[in-house]
């Protein structure tokens, strides 16, 4: 099928979506929700969801076709569903962190695939449990002093000579108010890898985020990249528990 007859095929689908759901939203309480999607790539589909449900979901991330304004408060109301147990992660960490996360990331559930609790405490492992990942990852630490922090980033962790990224990738913490700090423009190093150590943001007299190859000393300073503040109580800090999420696809 050609572009022109995706596109019409997808404005009918749609119209049909937006009839059906203007008709089921007059039968439905408050705390249910209708969300519809339509893209190039699947067929159409209406999906309804309880928003009073702390695990609130969505299926797949649309396209354009989407109603702005009233799929982008269901985006925002959405928390990741979270396939493994976490040990670190609640309800209200999810909240502040879908916020600032790309719309991708935010509908297709979160999988565990590092942490001290299960793994032990090896950079090397980390790096072993991310080869072949092409999604981004979610990496939260919990110290000594019981501060949550930790950062996004675009690009799996992995060894490399060079800095990798993109400017999606962001440190956070809630110490304890949540604050996120984005990429400043200022430069690019949001994540470099050695066997030594795992490095986010730099440029200036430290990195924003340095865990060491045990992860279990660790360094957070402000740096031009994000311009953020010590992510945790002090500078350095020791690691109590660490993991890395990733987008399941």
Not at 131 to 147: F, N
Not at 155 to 161: M, Q
Not at 195 to 220: K, M, N, P, T, V
Request: aromatic share 12%; net charge negative; hydrophobic share 35%.
């Amino acid at each position: 099928m050609n572009t022109a007859g995706r596109f019409l095929r997808a404005d009918m689908w749609i119209c049909r979506a937006q009839s059906l759901k203007a008709e089921t939203m007059k039968l439905l309480p408050d705390n249910i929700k209708v969300l519809y999607f339509a893209s190039d790539y699947v067929e159409p589909y209406v999906e309804i969801i309880t928003v009073k449900d702390p695990k609130r979901r969505l299926s797949l991330c649309s396209s354009g076709y989407s109603e702005g304004p009233d799929y982008q408060e269901e985006v925002e109301d959405a928390l990741p569903v979270l396939s493994d147990d976490s040990q670190l992660f609640e309800d209200h960490h999810l909240e502040k962190l879908t916020a600032h996360m790309p719309v991708r990331t935010q509908v297709h559930p979160w999988q565990l695939v590092y942490s001290t609790a299960i793994h032990g405490s090896s950079l090397k492992t980390l790096y072993r449990n991310m080869a072949g990942l092409e999604s981004p990852v979610l990496l939260v630490i919990k110290d000594t002093h019981k501060k949550v922090f930790g950062a996004f980033s675009s690009d799996p962790f992995k060894v490399s000579k060079y800095c990798y990224g993109t400017g999606e990738t962001f440190l956070f913490s809630f110490n304890p108010d949540f604050q996120a700090y984005k990429w400043s423009g200022e430069n690019s190093y949001f994540v470099g890898g050695n066997l030594e150590s795992l490095q986010i943001g730099g440029g200036g007299g430290g990195f924003g985020l340095w865990l060491d190859s045990d992860l279990y000393h660790g360094s957070s300073f402000s740096c031009p990249t994000f311009n953020n503040e010590s992510l945790s109580t002090k500078e350095d800090f020791i690691v109590q528990d660490l993991e890395v999420w990733t987008v399941q696809r």
